[in-house]
């Protein structure tokens, strides 16, 4: 371990047939500007002729390698948080890579709060490889204030924190334990959720982590992930307490107001429902008209009509938010012309050409900063993305009779 003033960092990198990107993984970890570093890399039991096995060693002393029977990736990480010689751990994908600055970014930032052990993450970007072999770079999710990123329980529920960028103290794993070997892909934010939820967190708001989207990564994500992703947000949804609220400096019923938001983006009815019955047994403060009547001034402050472009689970789960806050949508548009002459949650579709140009046209597709473009060069004069009212609606008051005629 390292002094007060450079404590030791454990990057622990588990890797599964990672031939492909794994040089470039360990790369990234020993060009850190912070010096006070090891890495470690498990090998999960790849079964790929030893081409994985072969880049690991061919680093010699200047990483620690240990194999494994295969048993995913919480068990990797496992091994090596018990092999660990560092102050804090820091986790890196074999397919995703650092910034040089990740580590001496974390480090410092901790060494400035008071409480050496406060958890720290940071800004990432997602990139993929085209066919070319050009790295893209996608957008950045970066469009909540700081204050988002800084409450533990509310960075867990919107999916703020990303796994690559945080820096842990080890006393952690002594109190909450190591990773549940038994979740195969939501391990993570099992594990941040019991961390972190009734913690304040430390944010260093610029990119430490290059995250990279591949292939075989989406189809195991497709296979696999959905089902994981739901029994974890409904176990969030039972759990969420007033001491959660608390812990992030603000009311219940807001922390509810939000919950329900992100868990209606994702489609996860039976969590929604539960944060429902939970608003519905909470009093609402004396401050929700008032919250909600900055929405609507917010909203028609165009002097338009609301029109959605996009009615997937985010344009839905935008109509039912802002009808629970007494706001009204005129009707929607789709890229697909048979959903375009559907009825959905009582309001109509229609063409996009059928929509005026001067409405206010809220897109709810993902990435839609490219759409806005398109929609803005064939005439329309308002045109917003869903990310840039997300935090307003998520932190505006629910109005219960809504909520009642709703339900």
């Keep these: ?169 080890r006393s952690y794993f002594d109190k909450y334990g190591l990773f549940d070997e038994e979740l195969l892909t939501t391990q993570d934010y099992a594990k941040w959720f019991e961390m972190f939820r009734d913690k304040r967190l430390l944010f260093v708001n610029r990119v430490l982590v290059r995250s990279r ?72 403060p004396g401050y929700g008209f008032e919250s909600r009547r900055r929405l609507n001034t917010y909203l028609t402050d165009f002097n338009k009509d609301i029109f959605l472009y996009g009615m997937g689970k985010r344009g839905k789960a935008l109509i039912r938010g802002l009808k629970l806050r007494g706001i009204s949508v005129c009707g929607f548009s789709d890229k697909d012309d048979a959903i375009c002459d559907q009825v959905i949650l009582g309001i109509s579709g229609r063409p996009l050409e059928d929509i005026p140009k001067q409405s206010l046209l809220i897109v709810t597709v993902d990435h839609g900063e490219y759409i806005c473009d398109k929609l803005k060069n064939i005439g329309f004069e308002h045109v917003i993305t869903y990310n840039e009212i997300e935090q307003l609606v998520s932190e505006t008051i629910i109005d219960k009779k809504e909520l009642y005629a709703a339900r």
Excluded at 250 to 279: H, M, Q
Aim: net charge negative; hydrophobic share 35%.
């Design 213 to 284: 989207i591949h292939d075989s990564q989406t189809s195991r994500t497709n296979s696999s992930m959905s089902k994981n992703v739901e029994e974890l947000h409904i176990r969030f949804a039972e759990e969420i307490n007033e001491k959660d609220a608390e812990a992030s400096g603000i009311d219940y019923y807001k922390l509810l107001c939000i919950a329900l938001t992100r868990f209606d983006n994702l489609g996860i009815s039976k969590a929604v429902r539960i944060i429902e019955d939970k608003i519905e047994g909470t009093k609402e």
């Design 1 to 169: 371990m390292g002094n007060s003033n450079t404590p030791m960092v454990s990057i622990i990198i588990p890797v599964y047939n990672g031939a492909n990107y794994l040089r470039e993984a360990i790369d990234s970890a020993l060009a850190q500007t912070y010096s006070n570093f090891e890495v470690i890399v498990v090998n999960d039991g790849s079964n790929d002729g030893g081409e994985t096995d072969r880049i690991a060693t061919s680093y010699g002393e200047k990483i620690r390698y240990f194999r494994k029977e295969n048993g995913g990736v919480a068990s990797a990480l496992n091994m090596g948080i018990n092999h660990m010689k560092g102050d804090y751990f820091s986790w890196l994908s074999h397919d995703d890579l650092y910034l040089p600055e990740k580590l001496e970014c974390d480090v410092n930032a901790v060494l400035s709060c008071d409480d050496i052990t406060t958890p720290v993450h940071g800004g990432w970007i997602n990139f993929i490889t085209n066919s070319d072999n050009n790295d893209v770079r996608l957008p950045e999710n970066t469009h909540f204030d700081l204050k988002y990123y800084e409450s533990g329980i509310i960075a867990v529920l919107m999916g703020l924190v990303d796994g690559c960028s945080v820096l842990i103290h």
